[in-house]
Antibody, heavy 119, light 110 residues
């Protein structure tokens, strides 16, 4: 059974930092591109970032570029999102998501972790 | 990276068909056959329903079908059922390994 389990969410002050983790199991992590997608309360899905299979290629939405860093540890089957200079508008549920190598759609989704940026 | 445009809501009676449109630009929907659709029930994670414009993953009923014309993609749900009531999101590859989602459409079964 495929499982993506996010952790690390919580309450953080504006300007603060947070690191999200996503533990993957039940599929071959090393052959999957991985994404972060977020959803503000009551709003729609927004693509945040993607990393390729070996971690050598990363891309970001303009809204987070320069503040967020996606990375992965294939030895630990874990995806990360380092979030710096957080703003109120970054408040959202952050989903970890997987796509088979070369596929331009998302196969697997985690249950999400809530990040709240507020003073 | 502007969001794709979807209607806020659509509705239909059980057994009817509904179609959700997803309008992008020549830089995303119009330029790639990489449109996918996701279903999301309240409090749940999204679920893939259609990929590569019109392909269905195994396990997704054939009541769900996708198509594309120019800069607009569409998802049609035929034979609407109560369990189809959910939010639906389109997503398109936008080049240079970036993606863009639509704003979402709430499907109501009357």
């Amino acid at each position: 059974e495929v499982q993506l389990v996010e952790s690390g969410g919580g309450l953080v002050q504006p300007g603060g930092s947070l690191r999200l983790s996503c533990a993957a199991s039940g599929f071959t992590f090393t052959t999957h591109w991985m994404h972060w997608v977020r959803q503000a309360p009551g709003k729609g899905l927004v693509w945040v970032s993607r990393i390729n299979s070996d971690g050598s290629g990363t891309t970001y939405a303009d809204s987070v570029k320069g503040r967020f860093t996606i990375s992965r540890d294939n030895a630990k089957n874990t995806l990360y999102l380092q979030m710096n200079s957080l703003r109120a508008e970054d408040t959202a549920v952050y989903y970890c998501a997987g796509a088979n190598y070369g596929d331009y759609y998302i196969d697997y989704w985690g249950q999400g972790t809530l990040v709240t940026v507020s003073s | 990276q502007s969001a794709l445009t979807q209607p806020r809501s659509v509705s239909g009676s059980p057994g009817q068909s509904v179609t959700i449109s997803c309008t992008g630009t020549s830089s995303d929907v119009g330029n790639y056959n990489y449109v996918s659709w996701y279903q999301q029930h309240p409090g749940k994670a999204p679920k893939l329903m259609v990929y590569d414009v019109s392909k269905r993953p195994s396990g997704v009923p054939d009541r769900f079908s996708g198509s594309k014309s120019g800069n607009t993609a569409s998802l049609t749900i035929s034979g609407l059922q109560a369990e189809d009531e959910a939010d639906y999101y389109c997503c398109s590859y936008a080049g240079r390994y970036t993606w863009v989602f639509g704003g979402g459409t709430k499907v109501t079964v009357l």
